[in-house]
């Protein structure tokens, strides 16, 4: 028979240790949660995409928030969108993205055999210089020369656009009225 004395010395660090390993799993499991309900039109895996893809062509796009920025613009009023598409009088501007971004992963898929976040860095801009030559092997819908030409103008918003982004150039920002938000 065990004593009262053994039991808990055997209990209490086993009960410690599961509590720690409960809220690991919880705090993870709220933050996978909240990671993936936080865009409201791009699934998780076409914003890691969308923005490995703007940072290989804009250095910091990705840090300063290029897959939300197009995400809030597409959940929003077309009318009001920030996003250059918007004027190229495109109907289907989630349909626009989301079809650019499944060509970009079905062309590094092709050319590399893993997903275009996952490449390194060489052969993310050589499929983005294939954009730009129009030579892509399997991406033909939309057009890669517009997405590409689109998703820069996007991610040189978000970077270069912003009083932030003014700042890190040394130019001033003289906003008639200041923006409620960075972009």
């Known amino acids: 028979m065990m004593g009262r004395r053994r039991f808990l ?3 209490i660090p086993t009960t410690f240790w599961a509590n720690i390993v409960m809220r690991s799993l ?3 499991a709220e933050a996978k949660t909240v990671e993936n309900t936080s865009y409201k039109v791009l699934t998780a895996a076409e914003v890691e995409t ?3 893809w703007c940072a290989a062509i804009v ?3 990705d840090q300063a928030g290029v ?3 197009v995400d809030e613009n597409l959940a929003g009023d077309q009318g009001a969108s920030l996003l250059l598409l918007r004027y190229l009088d495109a109907s289907d501007m989630a349909g626009f993205y989301r079809n650019g971004i499944l060509g970009i992963e079905k062309e590094c898929m092709h050319r590399f055999g893993l997903s275009f976040a996952r490449a390194d860095a060489g052969k993310q801009l050589e499929l983005v210089e294939a954009a730009i030559a129009s030579k892509m092997q399997v991406w033909t819908d939309p057009d890669p020369n517009l997405f590409y ?3 820069r103008s996007d991610a040189v918003d978000v970077v270069y656009g912003t009083q932030a ?3 890190d150039l040394n130019i001033p920002y003289l906003a008639h009225i200041p923006p409620p938000r960075p972009w």
């Open 9 to 11: 010395t055997r209990v």
């Open 26 to 28: 919880s705090i993870n």
């Open 50 to 52: 969308l923005a490995a």
């Open 59 to 61: 250095s910091g796009a």
């Open 67 to 69: 897959a939300r920025f």
């Open 149 to 151: 030409f689109i998703s």
């Open 165 to 167: 982004g003014f700042a």
